[in-house]
């Protein structure tokens, strides 16, 4: 998660609610909703935006699909904007 303002702490519940895991931007490189959403202790992990895809891929890669992605993959493309 990142972003800014604090609306991001009530839909973080919600996803924690369904089963969800919640991965937000440290506190070091954002302002507003990551730091709140792991100041209010519902962060799963807490990442810099540079690693973030990695680190994601690295926690899902021996649960699911993901596994087949290479994180060198992951990390090439975390940047790239649909177009």
Same mark, same amino acid.
């Given at each position: 998660m990142t972003g800014m303002g604090s609306d991001g702490v009530n839909g973080t519940r919600s996803i924690q609610e369904k089963g969800g895991q919640v991965y937000v931007q440290d506190e070091e490189s954002s302002v507003g909703t990551p730091g709140q959403v792991a100041a209010a202790g519902l962060a799963d992990a807490t990442y810099p935006? &540079?690693?973030?895809?990695? %680190?994601?891929?690295?926690?899902?890669?021996? $649960?699911? #699909?993901?596994? &087949?992605?290479?994180?060198? %993959?992951?990390?090439?493309?975390?940047?790239? $904007?649909? #177009?």
């Open positions: 935006i &540079a690693s973030m895809a990695g %680190e994601i891929v690295r926690r899902v890669a021996g $649960r699911n #699909s993901l596994s &087949a992605v290479s994180l060198a %993959e992951a990390e090439s493309n975390q940047f790239r $904007r649909s #177009s």
